[in-house]
């Protein structure tokens, strides 16, 4: 099994910058791609960005691409996830997810085995 937990989340200006990490324990070799999803109230959790293993292929939903970027240090069992010029509407409840398979796209939550137990991040206007 493989343990997640996130840091970095929380409350900062519309503008402003803000840097998750997710530190991954347990079986990490069964893990090739890992993965930042979000969820707000009474919404689906979405995938966010997406890398694999070795810090290959990375993949971005289009609401964030060119203001996030997702890295991973395999040596650590460290994932990140660089937030710049946030918007109030990225607030949400942002979790680490990884998987055994490779990741060729930004992928549904349901084909992610393990999840971490989420940070909260609040971006006012």
């Known amino acids: 099994q493989v343990q997640l937990v996130e840091s970095g989340g929380g409350s900062v200006q519309a503008g402003g910058s803000l840097k998750l990490s997710c530190a991954a324990s347990?079986?990490?070799?069964?893990?090739?791609?890992m993965g930042w999803f979000r969820q707000s109230p009474g919404k689906e959790r979405e995938g966010v960005a997406h890398?694999?293993?070795?810090?290959?292929?990375?993949y971005y939903a289009d609401s964030v691409k060119g203001r996030f970027t997702i890295s991973r240090d395999d040596a650590k069992n460290s994932l990140y996830l660089q937030m710049n010029a946030l918007k109030p509407e990225d607030s949400s409840t942002y979790y680490c997810?990884?998987?055994?398979?490779?990741?060729?796209?930004?992928?549904?939550?349901?084909?992610?085995?393990?999840w971490g137990q989420g940070t909260q991040v609040t971006v006012s206007s």
């Open positions: 997810a990884a998987r055994p398979g490779w990741c060729g796209s930004i992928l549904p939550a349901g084909l992610f085995r393990s």
């Open positions: 347990g079986s990490t070799d069964s893990i090739t791609c």
């Open positions: 890398i694999n293993t070795g810090g290959r292929a990375e």
